[in-house]
């Protein structure tokens, strides 16, 4: 069972002259038929018509080839949605032999901290941990004997929001005959196309910024519009369809409808996350605001008040919240709080009164006087 042609969706025409803005909008659509549906319909079935190349719903799917398109064409490349950020991810790791050595970063989501820790732990996998923000510490760890297979990157980090240089490490990744891997979640492609800097490939947990609404859960691997591009896609399809890390067509439809505001939900919570982080840099309860200047997650350290511990006074914070949401995920329109060290999976390094803010789409005032309640309060 071949994977089905990206060129053999027959959709939206694309102008290279649209911004990503507009074709995030724009693609991903039935042609403009008269009497026809606006929106690409959710195809609800296991099979299909003998006689094409697509017969089998683990193969592939009309509604998940319009979100591909659109996705693929935001992060300039070729996309395959899986049934969550965890399996794209799982994908990826699946493209290296046994013992690969692998140069991930010290701080990342906590999912892929634990699937490396899992795997070195077996033997299957020789982790090197880096500060992703230290380029120098990055390429001694691809370099050293026996050299990187893989480099994971995020850019900014989970939590700590630690910010790479992408051109550099991922140059220096391909000197060595490494593979790169970036993880785009917290950036989107309206903000950040590692393709662009020579990634090999990108990977979103799409139920977070680009679908944006917490209602689904999906990922996406995207790789360049290139003959090993296309070699990495097949072989990533091939792993998929095997290991049935596919995902449902309604999930992949939602995506796709809460990826047409992906722009405006940025522009919002975006000039609201830029707004908190002046304001939290004043505020008497907060002893460090990480914020690399974009984006729409802050992570603040609270500090300890009346005789309460540091962990425990960034707890009280969350408790005492009515509009911020205390919850564990990030990217939806609904403002979110979470002190990141609650979960034993998270790092020892990242602070134990570090409150991760992923900041939503609502008045920045009413933010505001809930978070600065909570904080005095505490």
């Known amino acids: 069972m071949s994977k089905p042609s990206h060129t053999e969706r027959s959709s939206t025409a694309s102008s290279p002259s649209w911004s990503l803005d507009t074709q995030a909008v724009a693609l991903g659509r039935p042609p403009h038929t008269a009497g026809e549906p606006v929106n690409e319909p959710i195809t609800l079935t296991s099979t299909f018509h003998a006689g094409a190349d697509l017969s089998y719903a683990r193969v592939g799917n009309p509604t998940w080839a319009a979100f591909e398109e659109t996705v693929g064409v935001l992060e300039g490349g070729h996309a395959l949605a899986f049934a969550s950020g965890m399996a794209s991810i799982s994908a990826v790791l699946s493209l290296v032999p046994h013992g690969a050595v692998v140069v991930a970063p010290h701080h990342a989501y906590s999912g892929t901290t634990g699937i490396l820790a899992d795997l070195a732990s077996s033997g299957a996998l020789v982790v090197r941990h880096v500060d992703i923000s230290d380029t120098d510490e990055v390429l ?5 004997e026996p050299t990187a297979d893989l480099l994971i990157a995020e850019s900014p980090t989970n939590p700590m929001l630690e910010v790479a240089d992408l051109p550099a490490i991922v140059a220096a990744g391909h000197d060595i005959g490494a593979l790169v891997m970036v993880d785009n979640t917290f950036a989107t492609p309206l903000l950040q196309r590692p393709l662009d800097d020579g990634a090999d490939i990108v990977i979103h947990s799409a139920t977070k910024y680009l679908s944006g609404h917490s209602d689904v859960l999906l990922g996406v691997a995207i790789t360049p519009d290139t003959g090993a591009g296309r070699a990495l ?36 919570s975006g000039a609201n996350a830029v707004a908190l982080a002046q304001r939290l840099a004043e505020h008497p309860a907060v002893s460090r605001v990480r914020y690399p200047g974009w984006g729409s997650i802050v992570a603040i350290e609270v500090a300890a008040v009346g005789g309460l511990t540091t962990a425990q006074s960034a707890e009280a914070v969350c408790d005492r919240t009515r509009l911020w949401t205390h919850s564990t995920s990030l990217g939806g329109v609904e403002s979110q709080i979470e002190r990141r060290r609650r979960h034993t999976a998270e790092v020892e390094t990242v602070p134990d009164n570090l409150l991760r803010l992923s900041v939503g789409i609502e008045s920045v005032e009413d933010l505001w006087r809930d978070l600065d309640s909570a904080l005095t309060g505490a």
């Open 233 to 268: 896609s097949e072989r990533l399809h091939t792993h998929r369809t095997s290991r049935g890390a596919i995902p449902g067509p309604m999930e992949v439809w939602l995506a796709l409808r809460g990826l047409r505001t992906l722009s405006v939900r940025l522009e919002r």
């Open 140 to 144: 001694a760890a691809l370099a050293l």
